[in-house]
């Protein structure tokens, strides 16, 4: 059985992302964690905190998320009827991300499904916000979903790779899980500037070659362009649904001076992105 937690601010974008993982798991037994964090705003002296106390606006603040919670339940159990799958609700006084990394750990979470909207310019500065930490913060994959997509299965997915640090990533299990379930075809993409693969890297890239050897896969090179550059080419030339990506460790110094292509993609891809942590990450 897998756990599935889906952040919810109640918003259109949320209850898109949480409908495609109803569908993207609707033949594999679930249990999903319906989550929603509330901060009730401050009240100062002299105005509404004369009449309700801090307790009493917390309390307010809760029962309302329940109720929202509920709902959400119950329209979801109605519109998409499937005994493999059940919804536990939370409803926590906390900030998003503490809260969902004490559910992975409480629940055994295997990974997080949340809404994202994509994002150009400086408005890359406050959309996706939530999104972006989850991503960087938590040490379990990450499912971003696009606003407003429409669900399709996930027949051809990209992986682009440099081929580093794989062989004993435990969540590639998960990649060829979702192969299996949906008779997907896996499309590995190494970009490079000049220089070929390593030999370190040619055998991560053999191993990966055994490990999906019961998938459809291919393997792709795109030379002298970036990551960045290499999945819109490809993108423009080939029909992907799906992308995944594992998220490397970044130093505080590459963080200021460059753009991690994990968040320029999320920013721009128009597909549903998978983000699995690197090993040092989980």
Do not use: W
């Not at 990394?101 to 408005?123: L, P």
């Not at 435990?170 to 000049?194: F, P």
């Amino acid at each position: 059985m897998k756990r599935i937690l889906l952040p919810t601010d109640f918003s259109e974008n949320a209850y898109n992302a949480i409908v495609y993982a109803l569908q993207l798991c609707k033949n594999e037994t679930c249990e999903f964690y319906l989550l929603h964090t509330y901060t009730p705003a401050f009240v100062g002296a002299g105005s509404m905190i004369d009449s309700y106390s801090a307790l009493t606006l917390q309390k307010v603040a809760q029962e309302n998320a329940e109720k929202k919670l509920n709902s959400l339940k119950e329209k979801l159990d109605d519109n998409f009827k499937n005994s493999k799958h059940s919804f536990i609700t939370v409803a926590s006084f906390n900030m998003l991300i503490s809260e969902m990394k004490r559910i992975t750990e409480e629940k055994a979470i295997d990974f997080v499904i949340m809404g994202t909207q994509g994002a150009t310019g400086a408005k890359e500065i406050i959309l996706g916000t939530h999104t972006m930490y989850a991503i960087k913060k938590m040490k379990i994959p990450v499912l971003a979903v696009p606003a407003n997509f429409s669900f399709e299965e996930p027949k051809e997915i990209l992986f682009p790779t440099d081929y580093k640090a794989l062989k004993n990533n435990r969540y590639l299990d998960l990649i060829k899980d979702i192969c299996e379930t949906h008779l997907s075809r896996l499309h590995i993409l190494n970009a490079y500037y000049g220089t070929p693969i390593s030999d370190e890297q040619e055998e991560t890239k053999e191993f990966l070659d055994v490990f999906f050897g019961t998938n459809a896969h291919l393997f792709h090179i795109a030379e002298g362009t970036d990551v960045l550059g290499a999945v819109e080419k490809f993108q423009i030339k080939n029909k992907i649904n799906f992308m995944v990506m594992v998220h490397n460790k970044h130093s505080f110094l590459e963080n200021i001076l460059f753009k991690p292509v994990i968040n320029q993609i999320v920013f721009h891809t128009n597909v549903p992105f998978l983000v699995i942590p690197s090993i040092n990450r989980q």
